[in-house]
């Protein structure tokens, strides 16, 4: 059963990177940054050679139960059977649809990562998933094999749906200002909060900004 309709208000949609930290530095990590008011959670498909993915994506469930936000595993159709996990991610439309009507039959939400290709909007929205994700709205390192989007794409793809719409790639907060004209329900955050040092406070200052802004 979905946790919370992801449309619920404007918000930060956190990424994880399974290996971007040792386990025992990362878990009190998201211990701490689970207490923000999150759209989401999203478990990156990048796990390290040995790592134990169920494993991993059962902590994270562990960790997020207290707390209202869905858990989402990006690309791993296998990992919606690790008890919890609300969701998928998906990078890109697969041939076998018959796999995604299985799984929103059964509840679980479906975004996908959108780009300048408006088709995929349609396309999205009419096979009934819950959201998608525009990458990458800036450069950066961590969205490399997303292209460029451009700001009339997004303002393009807010009268195709009434899906939520997030925006990801190299958004820091001196640029929330500029995306208030852009049809959003949120940003996604990755590298601007789990690279930063002190990641709660990076997340806290995305926070306040949106606040501000």
């Not at 292209?147 to 009434?162: P, Y």
Request: one cysteine or more.
């Amino acid at each position: 059963m979905k946790k919370l309709n992801i449309q619920s208000g404007q918000g930060i949609y956190l990424v994880i990177d399974p290996s971007d930290k040792p386990e025992e530095i990362l878990f009190p990590t998201l211990e701490k940054l689970f207490d923000f008011p999150l759209a989401a959670v999203q478990i990156w498909d990048h796990f390290g050679e040995d790592q134990d993915a169920v494993a991993f994506t059962s902590k994270v469930v562990e960790l997020a139960a207290a707390y209202t936000f869905p858990i989402l595993v990006n690309n791993r159709w296998d990992l919606l059977n690790v008890e919890g996990v609300d969701g998928i991610h998906l990078d890109s439309i697969p041939s076998n649809l018959s796999s995604i009507n299985a799984f929103l039959n059964k509840k679980h939400m479906v975004g996908l990562t959108v780009n300048n290709d408006l088709e995929l909007i349609r396309q999205a929205d009419q096979l009934g998933f819950d959201y998608v994700s525009f990458c990458s709205v800036y450069p950066t390192s961590t969205t490399q094999h997303c292209d460029l989007v451009s700001f009339d794409s997004i303002k393009q793809a807010g009268k195709i749906t009434n899906m939520p719409i997030f925006l990801a790639g190299g958004i820091k907060t001196k640029h929330l200002g500029e995306l208030n004209a852009l049809p959003h329900s949120g940003i996604a955050l990755i590298s601007g909060v789990m690279q930063n040092q002190d990641p709660v406070s990076a997340l806290q200052n995305y926070f306040n900004s949106l606040q501000s802004n």
